[in-house]
């Protein structure tokens, strides 16, 4: 399973992408897509919603279940990847590439895990 | 297969539409043009249906263990009563003394669900499940908001939940507050704890749950959402485990949808229409939907409840689907209606104890009606998964049981086998189960080609979902 040292990591399955100090992009790891199968559907928030830590800033659905897509931490959506409304199979081909928002003004980013920690994280799961 | 469309001829046809017996009228606004539709004479239509219906399987093709659906077989005998033309030539619009049976019908299907689920009132419009918990949860809006109460927003739903059950709530125009289940897969008391208070509205729960467990637990989870002001809605999904046994009144639910195409012995899903009537205690009785049946000195006549939320559906629901459960209860008798329950609870874990010989039991104990197998070290052993096997149950002439669900299992495998199959039946399926065991653990790769012998292959499930196909262009 694929997951870049560079990023980081919460435990239920997004990784974060710092792009400053106060922004990061948010995605699903290459271990959620795999366990999830191929998606069909992604809800995701409008640019301007707060988001709030550990709580549900958009769900993902796959043919067997529908599953909530959590925020890694407090802050307001800057972006939106609005590509993967219409194409949610970018999720499963390109994981890494396909973030799913921007999120700005954020707090609350200390407690996230490194490639690491993240990967025993998946081994307790297996 | 071909499509009707497919198989259309210019100018054949058939006239299957009986004469026009009432005055014409003629609306405002017209069709210019005739509708188009497809003209195919009356064997070739009958021969397509046919055909269709072989494709199929149904309760009556075999065996139809799929968790959660109660897929018990429909006597025919309900059927006959729906056909009576007493029953079945009436018009919503005729004047209720001219249809006096039908509204005793309702009046006692009424008195005996009541009877069984320890409520004091019931309305029949929701045509299904989630529309009766759609219903019930507008009921419980209804009676805070009565009392001024409008802080009562959340409505608590336990992890392991009917994903209706949160749809539902959300289109309620409620907030869910999810909890997560404890080992045992019931409510975790101390987390329920901490979830309640000043805006909660009230509790969705199913009993036993979703893992076919019976929460022994319930008299202090429904009395920790009374305490805190709430109401408990009862999701009548897995009523067949205790019909005549306990009653979900007398646990402290406050308001039931019923499933009469899953406990009741109606037709389920294309084959209904289904109905899901809600009951509830005196305390919501004033919000009921309309046309509630109510008995009367002069006899049977629809009632308007005076702080109704109004009508969820046109009339009085589906009444036919009425008809056979109230046939369904009155062949069965009150013996009977618990008979059912306890010998759908015997089957259950007469089934389970076989299967646990190969498969892993996801909850160990007693269950209720229904029971689920993980399929977790099969996937890692051998790469087989839950997929795999009901495909391959679909070779053997078994209907799949309920799959990936509940979401806390994995590699779910979920059945409920029904009091209506005999121990020959039960065992032959566990011989099936068996087998399919073996070959997964010498052979994964027959499991991967499965199905074989149906009428179509694995389904692009994911392509049907992403771009599905919904019209024809004719």
Known sequence: MNHPQELKYTRSHEWVKMVDDTTALVGLTDYAQHSLGDLVFVNLPMVGDPVTKEEAFGDVESVKAVSDVFSPFDGEVSKVNEELLDEPGKINADPYGAWLIEVSNISGQEELLSAEDYEKVCQEEE | ?474
């Open chain 2, 1 to 474: 297969m071909k499509l009707l469309f497919e198989k259309s001829v210019e100018g054949r046809g058939c006239s299957i539409l009986p004469p026009l017996d009432v005055p014409a009228c003629e609306p405002k606004e017209k069709r210019q043009a005739p509708l188009r539709l497809p003209q195919i004479a009356e064997v070739d239509i009958s021969r397509h249906y046919t055909e269709l219906a072989k494709r199929t399987h149904g309760v009556n093709d075999g065996f139809y263990p799929l968790g959660s659906c109660t897929m018990k077989y429909n006597p025919k005998i309900n059927d006959e009563m729906a056909a009576l033309p007493g029953f079945a030539k009436v018009h919503p619009l005729q004047p209720a003394h001219t249809v006096q049976g039908c509204l005793k019908v309702l009046t006692l299907a009424e008195k005996y669900l009541c009877e069984i689920t320890g409520m004091d009132a019931m309305t029949f419009q929701p045509a299904a499940g989630a529309h009766g918990e759609f219903t019930g949860l507008l009921l419980i809006k209804a009676y805070h908001k009565s009392r001024g109460d409008t802080r009562r927003t959340k409505i608590i739903v336990p992890d392991a939940a009917h994903g209706t059950n949160p749809a539902s709530a959300t289109m309620a125009g409620m907030q869910i507050v999810n909890i997560p289940s404890n080992e045992e897969g019931c409510v975790d008391i101390e987390k329920l704890k901490a979830a309640v208070g000043e805006d909660t509205a009230g509790l969705m729960l199913t009993n036993p749950n979703t893992v076919g467990i019976f929460d022994k637990n319930i008299l202090q989870i429904t009395k920790i959402i009374h305490d805190a002001g709430g109401l408990n809605y009862y999701d009548g999904a897995n009523l067949n485990a205790v019909m005549g046994v306990v009653r979900p009144g007398d646990m402290g639910f406050d308001v039931i949808h019923l499933n009469l195409h899953k406990t009741f012995s109606t037709p389920h899903g294309g084959g209904g229409p289904g109905s899901g009537p809600v009951g509830c205690k005196e305390l919501l009785k004033p919000f009921l939907p309309l046309y509630h049946a109510v008995q009367t000195d002069d006899g049977y006549r629809f009632d308007s409840p005076k702080q109704s939320i109004g009508s969820v559906k046109a009339f009085y629901g589906n009444f036919a689907v009425v008809v056979k459960a109230l046939t369904y209860i009155l062949t069965l008798g009150a013996e009977g209606i618990r008979e059912a329950s306890q010998n759908a609870v015997l089957n259950a874990n007469y089934l389970k104890s076989r299967l646990s010989q190969w498969y892993d039991i996801a909850y160990d104990g007693i269950c209720m009606h229904e029971f689920v197998m993980t399929l977790e070290n099969l996937k890692k052993e051998h790469g087989v998964t839950a997929m795999d096997v009901a495909k391959m149950l679909l070779d053997n002439g078994i209907h799949p049981p309920t799959m990936y669900f509940p979401l806390i299992v994995h590699e779910a495998l979920m059945v409920e086998p029904t009091e209506t199959e005999s121990k020959d039946t039960l065992d032959q399926a566990a011989e099936v189960f068996h087998a399919i065991y073996q070959k997964a653990c010498e052979d994964p790769e027959a499991l991967h080609q499965a199905p074989t012998t149906t009428p179509v292959r694995r389904l692009d499930e994911v392509g049907a979902a992403r771009n599905p196909v919904l019209k024809y262009p004719f």
